[in-house]
């Protein structure tokens, strides 16, 4: 006999010597018909009886093998023995019955057919008759080599062994095919599925798993061919693709991509699942575990296409979104939590879909990537508070009598919000957020200091003083906000705030200098004396700031104010007493009358605004009664008092205000 390696046509003919030929081969093909498993329970029992009817005696053989050297068989028979009995439940769809049978030790028929006429049937995929005649060249092939006919052409039983084991991989191939196609079309093939249920069945009973009883060169023959195995491979083959499947848009054209890709992941495979659920799990004995086969193969496919998604270079929200969709929307209702997915789809004992090292490099990664981005956020609150505030000169909001910024509520918020979302991963991220915040928030004050500093130097404005007042409320709020809301520590905070309140204090001092001291240096002037200037000047020049310190948050408003009101006190003793020249009795009265005159200007202003400074009311009335006064004894007696009200000053400065005289 002429036999190609390759799976071509074969000029090997059955001719069978009675009826029994004609009736195992009408056999074999029902069992093949798809129809079959619409028919009865009953037919189908007769139909394996049938089958398993006819053995092959010891006779016969011999016959067939005397009859082998002129090329023809005759009424060949497969015949497949166990040594004990095999138990088989399988499960018919529409609406057939669970069939239980024991397949004793009986013979399976199987027609002697040409390999191409075996691979035509799995082409048309005709498993079961297919299946059939391959084991019946397998079962003839180790006959024939137990009995040493290939003793002298062992090519030949190198041929036909190959033969066999490329028709079983041919049968293997179109297994893969049809599982793998599964969820491919928008029905499932019922009748297809439950016969492949039984092929799987038969091909364990055909081959026991005892091991390789075969000579040299014969490994393949009688072993089993583990269908059930390649079975399970290929339902995960079938997740892959799926997985792979979905839409997924290139970064480049949707900012969204991965959060849109990830919801047409959930969308489609919830379809599958479904569908695995209502339409493939009645195929299947119970003992398949359908349901958990797909769900494993899916989530391991899941598992390793987010790993592939996490080596790519991810920005801040792509990895929440990740991280996000592993930890709550995974095995949330949203997906494989779904009700309609329930009972069958079991989410207990499914393994972590990350492992712990790519976990921990997403979480880092995410860490790593909210610096930029928080430090961003606090770069445009300060741009905003630049252009919108500063340049435009807008006055600050007055609430509960305090001036406020949106600085403190903005800075919270970006905190909360980071904060909010961290936890809905895990509080180990949230803290790590909470502790990077806080370190670009100390990094971002004194950065704030220098603009505001740098922007209040350049220029004059009248919002200097309402935003210096604002922004030490704001930064006040942002201390007590971080404490009650975060339960943070803020003792380092607390350290950078005292410093930036005290250089903005001694600008807004030198600010108030500034302004105040031209008209400080005009007093004892001839105009200042001729009234020329305005009794109300330096009291206006001054309000300009103290006005503002009414709208600090205590205690501090009230403690600069006082030291404003000290400062002008004091400037304007100091210039008065300062040796200049020597006055006559009408300049001195006229000096006298000015100096009472804005002494009660500057007292009821500052008074007025707030400044409990009232032991200072007196000074400098008494040094203008001094000056205007021409007794003597009068003028002692006004020294004796300046002196009990304000012992600091000096006997030298006290002997200075006679000298006007």
């Given at each position: 006999m002429n036999r190609s390696m390759e799976l071509d046509p074969r000029n090997v003919t059955s001719e069978p010597t009675n009826s029994a030929g004609k009736e195992k081969r009408e056999v074999a093909s029902k069992l093949s018909s798809p129809s079959l498993h619409s028919m009865d329970s009953g037919f189908f029992e007769r139909g394996i009886k049938t089958m398993l009817s006819i053995r092959k005696s010891k006779r016969s053989l011999n016959k067939e093998k005397e009859k082998e050297g002129t090329g023809t068989w005759k009424g060949k028979r497969l015949s497949l023995r166990f040594s004990k009995s095999y138990e088989k439940e399988t499960t018919i769809c529409n609406g057939v019955q669970e069939v239980s049978e024991k397949i004793q030790a009986e013979p399976i028929q199987g027609k002697p057919l040409s390999v191409m006429e075996i691979n035509e049937l799995i082409q048309k995929r005709q498993l079961l008759e297919a299946f059939a005649s391959v084991k019946y060249l397998e079962d003839e092939t180790i006959t024939e080599r137990d009995a040493e006919k290939y003793k002298d052409n062992p090519q030949e039983f190198v041929r036909k062994s190959k033969d066999v084991d490329l028709l079983y991989n041919s049968i293997t191939n179109v297994i893969q095919a049809i599982v793998v196609g599964t969820l491919e079309h928008p029905t499932v093939e019922d009748t297809m599925l439950t016969s492949l249920v039984?092929?799987?069945a038969y091909e364990e009973a055909a081959h026991p798993n005892t091991g390789n009883a075969g000579g040299p060169g014969s490994d393949?023959?009688?072993?089993?061919?583990?269908?059930?195995?390649?079975?399970?491979?290929?339902?995960?083959?079938?997740?892959?693709?799926?997985?792979?499947?979905v839409p997924m848009a290139l970064k480049e054209e949707d900012s969204s991509w991965l959060n849109l890709h990830l919801g047409f992941l959930q969308k489609h495979l919830s379809e599958d699942l479904l569908k695995v659920k209502l339409s493939v799990k009645k195929c299947y004995p119970e003992e398949y575990q359908v349901c958990d086969m797909y769900v494993e193969a899916f989530h391991k496919a899941i598992a390793s296409h987010l790993q592939d998604l996490s080596q790519r270079p991810l920005e801040f929200n792509e990895i929440y979104t990740l991280l996000n969709w592993v930890a709550n929307t995974y095995c949330s209702e949203l997906?494989?939590?779904?009700?309609?997915?329930?009972?069958?789809?079991?989410t207990e004992n499914l393994s972590l879909l990350l492992t712990p090292a790519v976990w921990d490099k997403l979480k880092n990664d995410y860490?790593?990537?909210?610096?930029?981005?928080?430090?961003?956020?606090?770069?445009?609150?300060l741009r905003l508070e630049v252009t919108?505030?500063?340049?435009?000169?807008?006055?600050?909001?007055?609430?509960?009598?305090l001036y406020q910024s949106s600085l403190s509520l903005d800075i919270q918020t970006i905190i909360g919000e980071h904060m909010k979302i961290s936890r809905a991963i895990s509080r180990s991220l949230e803290t790590k957020m909470l502790e990077l915040c806080l370190a670009e928030?100390?990094?971002?004050?004194?950065?704030?200091?220098?603009?505001?500093?740098?922007?209040?130097?350049?220029?004059?404005?009248?919002?200097?003083?309402?935003?210096?007042?604002?922004?030490?409320?704001?930064?006040?709020?942002?201390?007590?906000?971080?404490?009650?809301?975060?339960?943070?520590n803020t003792e380092e905070l607390q350290k950078i705030l005292a410093a930036l309140t005290r250089n903005f204090t001694s600008i807004f001092l030198n600010?108030?200098?500034?302004?105040?001291?031209?008209?400080?240096?005009?007093?004892?002037?001839?105009?200042?004396?001729?009234s020329i200037e305005r009794p109300d000047s330096l009291a206006s020049a001054v309000s300009q700031f103290s006005e503002h310190l009414q709208h600090m948050r205590e205690p501090l408003g009230q403690e600069l104010l006082r030291d404003v009101h000290k400062y002008v006190v004091r400037e304007y003793i100091m210039l008065v007493i300062k040796p200049r020249w020597k006055m006559n009795r009408e300049t001195r009265q006229r000096v006298s009358n000015r100096?009472?005159?804005?002494?009660?200007?500057?007292?009821?202003?500052?008074?007025?605004?707030?400044?409990?400074?009232?032991?200072?009311?007196?000074?400098?009335?008494?040094?203008?009664?001094?000056?205007?006064?021409?007794?003597?004894?009068?003028?002692?007696?006004?020294?004796?008092?300046l002196c009990q009200d304000y012992p600091d000053i000096s006997s030298r400065q006290r002997s200075q205000i006679p000298s006007r005289k």
């Amino acid at each position: 006999m002429n036999r190609s390696m390759e799976l071509d046509p074969r000029n090997v003919t059955s001719e069978p010597t009675n009826s029994a030929g004609k009736e195992k081969r009408e056999v074999a093909s029902k069992l093949s018909s798809p129809s079959l498993h619409s028919m009865d329970s009953g037919f189908f029992e007769r139909g394996i009886k049938t089958m398993l009817s006819i053995r092959k005696s010891k006779r016969s053989l011999n016959k067939e093998k005397e009859k082998e050297g002129t090329g023809t068989w005759k009424g060949k028979r497969l015949s497949l023995r166990f040594s004990k009995s095999y138990e088989k439940e399988t499960t018919i769809c529409n609406g057939v019955q669970e069939v239980s049978e024991k397949i004793q030790a009986e013979p399976i028929q199987g027609k002697p057919l040409s390999v191409m006429e075996i691979n035509e049937l799995i082409q048309k995929r005709q498993l079961l008759e297919a299946f059939a005649s391959v084991k019946y060249l397998e079962d003839e092939t180790i006959t024939e080599r137990d009995a040493e006919k290939y003793k002298d052409n062992p090519q030949e039983f190198v041929r036909k062994s190959k033969d066999v084991d490329l028709l079983y991989n041919s049968i293997t191939n179109v297994i893969q095919a049809i599982v793998v196609g599964t969820l491919e079309h928008p029905t499932v093939e019922d009748t297809m599925l439950t016969s492949l249920v039984t092929l799987i069945a038969y091909e364990e009973a055909a081959h026991p798993n005892t091991g390789n009883a075969g000579g040299p060169g014969s490994d393949l023959l009688g072993m089993p061919r583990k269908w059930k195995e390649v079975w399970r491979e290929a339902i995960n083959e079938s997740a892959r693709k799926r997985v792979l499947r979905v839409p997924m848009a290139l970064k480049e054209e949707d900012s969204s991509w991965l959060n849109l890709h990830l919801g047409f992941l959930q969308k489609h495979l919830s379809e599958d699942l479904l569908k695995v659920k209502l339409s493939v799990k009645k195929c299947y004995p119970e003992e398949y575990q359908v349901c958990d086969m797909y769900v494993e193969a899916f989530h391991k496919a899941i598992a390793s296409h987010l790993q592939d998604l996490s080596q790519r270079p991810l920005e801040f929200n792509e990895i929440y979104t990740l991280l996000n969709w592993v930890a709550n929307t995974y095995c949330s209702e949203l997906f494989l939590g779904n009700p309609d997915l329930k009972p069958e789809v079991k989410t207990e004992n499914l393994s972590l879909l990350l492992t712990p090292a790519v976990w921990d490099k997403l979480k880092n990664d995410y860490i790593t990537s909210a610096k930029g981005k928080i430090k961003s956020y606090f770069g445009n609150i300060l741009r905003l508070e630049v252009t919108e505030k500063w340049e435009k000169e807008v006055y600050p909001e007055v609430k509960e009598n305090l001036y406020q910024s949106s600085l403190s509520l903005d800075i919270q918020t970006i905190i909360g919000e980071h904060m909010k979302i961290s936890r809905a991963i895990s509080r180990s991220l949230e803290t790590k957020m909470l502790e990077l915040c806080l370190a670009e928030l100390r990094e971002f004050i004194p950065r704030f200091e220098e603009e505001f500093v740098a922007w209040s130097t350049a220029r004059d404005s009248p919002i200097f003083a309402p935003y210096f007042v604002a922004y030490i409320n704001n930064f006040h709020d942002l201390l007590s906000g971080l404490e009650a809301m975060f339960q943070v520590n803020t003792e380092e905070l607390q350290k950078i705030l005292a410093a930036l309140t005290r250089n903005f204090t001694s600008i807004f001092l030198n600010e108030l200098r500034k302004k105040a001291q031209p008209l400080l240096k005009k007093i004892l002037t001839k105009d200042w004396i001729l009234s020329i200037e305005r009794p109300d000047s330096l009291a206006s020049a001054v309000s300009q700031f103290s006005e503002h310190l009414q709208h600090m948050r205590e205690p501090l408003g009230q403690e600069l104010l006082r030291d404003v009101h000290k400062y002008v006190v004091r400037e304007y003793i100091m210039l008065v007493i300062k040796p200049r020249w020597k006055m006559n009795r009408e300049t001195r009265q006229r000096v006298s009358n000015r100096m009472n005159q804005e002494a009660r200007i500057i007292h009821n202003t500052l008074i007025d605004q707030g400044s409990d400074a009232d032991w200072l009311v007196p000074a400098i009335h008494h040094i203008a009664n001094i000056i205007g006064e021409k007794k003597k004894d009068k003028i002692k007696e006004y020294i004796k008092d300046l002196c009990q009200d304000y012992p600091d000053i000096s006997s030298r400065q006290r002997s200075q205000i006679p000298s006007r005289k």
